[in-house]
């Protein structure tokens, strides 16, 4: 049995998996997780499905990020491989795991009549209010429509970080949500520019790095704020890279459960990571770069405009890592 499960919001995708699973009563030890971007996974995916285990039960294959079922004109290998697996009769279930999905896709044409396609992407603008209300008030915990548009608005209606949010929240509320609670235990992503700029360092675009800093300065962000984003953000990105060094099977689920980290950041991080030429170079960048001159000396300068100068010492440290001339 083949499903395509198509969102676009993460947290739903694993709501909908985690449906079927329990529906065909399949145990953890027989569901098997791939990833298709990730080197070889699409192969594991399609072998372990058309195995059999020794105990001959059912087993679940999930392929995650399977984008390969909407391009129009697909890899060889991957139509020759989908096609044998769906034509072949299997009592083991495969289910790919799609953002997005296009009709016009020669493998979602061709094989329409034989997988299930379930789709629910997230609720939007009020809906998104709305769906907070009702997941407090469902739990017994008080909290007006005020209050609950005031966390979508801080969490930039991003629904995987709402639902990741507000599932905290209701460990530490009590029976009432209020304001202090709100603004103390999460994260205002309402000021995304601080949250991007650090994206831009870590992916070395120094294009985006100047546009970034120049909104900033237009929004009149003070510079202590700007410092400290960056700061905090590399060195998450560096306690990341170590945990993750320490427990190569350590997934991002697992991960956000052992920080407590917002999922929104977790996801970025590997890909930010291999932009960088070594954990070396990573580790005096931040030291030397984000720490000593893109704060402690700009503070010990006081200049009169700050975040023309942090954007000066970013660019230039950028452009020589993409270069090879940084020097650890």
């Known amino acids: 049995m083949f499903y395509v499960v198509k969102s676009n ?3 739903l995708r694993d709501k909908i998996v985690k449906k079927i699973i329990s529906s065909r009563k399949i145990e953890d030890e027989n569901v098997f997780v791939f990833d298709f971007e990730e080197s070889g996974d699409f192969e594991k995916a399609f072998s372990e499905y058309l195995t059999f285990n020794f105990t001959n039960e059912k087993k679940i294959v999930i392929l995650k990020n399977a984008n390969f079922i909407n391009v129009v004109k697909p890899d060889k290998l991957y139509e020759e491989r989908f096609s044998k697996s769906i034509n072949i009769k299997n009592k083991n279930v495969l289910i790919l795991e799609v953002d997005k999905f296009n009709k016009t896709g020669k493998l979602n044409k061709k094989f329409k009549n034989d997988f299930e396609l379930i789709e629910k992407d997230s609720p939007k ?7 907070v209300e009702h997941f407090f008030t469902s739990r017994n915990i008080q909290i007006s429509y005020e209050l609950s548009k005031r966390i979508v608005e801080k969490l930039n209606e991003d629904f995987d970080i709402i639902v990741s949010e507000i599932n905290k929240l209701e460990l530490i509320c009590g029976d009432k949500i209020n304001s202090e609670i709100i603004d103390s235990s999460i994260i205002d992503l309402s000021k995304e520019n601080l949250f991007k700029l650090a994206g831009a360092v870590l992916t070395l675009d120094e294009e985006k790095i100047s546009i ?12 202590y704020l700007v410092g400290e984003r960056l700061a905090m953000e590399f060195s998450k990105v560096l306690r990341y890279k170590v945990i993750t060094d320490l427990d190569k099977g350590i997934g991002d689920l697992e991960f956000q459960k052992l920080t407590n980290w917002n999922m929104w950041g977790i996801k970025n991080y590997s890909n930010w990571i291999k932009n960088w030429p070594s954990q070396e170079i ?30 000066k010492i970013l660019v230039n440290n950028v452009l020589k890592v993409k270069r090879g001339q940084y020097e650890s």
């Open 9 to 11: 919001s993460k947290s």
């Open 125 to 131: 603008n009020n809906e998104l209010i709305k769906f």
């Open 212 to 223: 970034l800093i120049n909104k900033l300065r237009v929004q009149g962000e003070e510079f």
């Open 282 to 311: 990573m580790c005096s960048f931040f030291y030397d770069v984000i720490l000593r001159k893109s704060f402690f000396d700009i503070v010990e300068g006081n200049p009169d405009d700050p975040l023309r100068l942090l954007e």
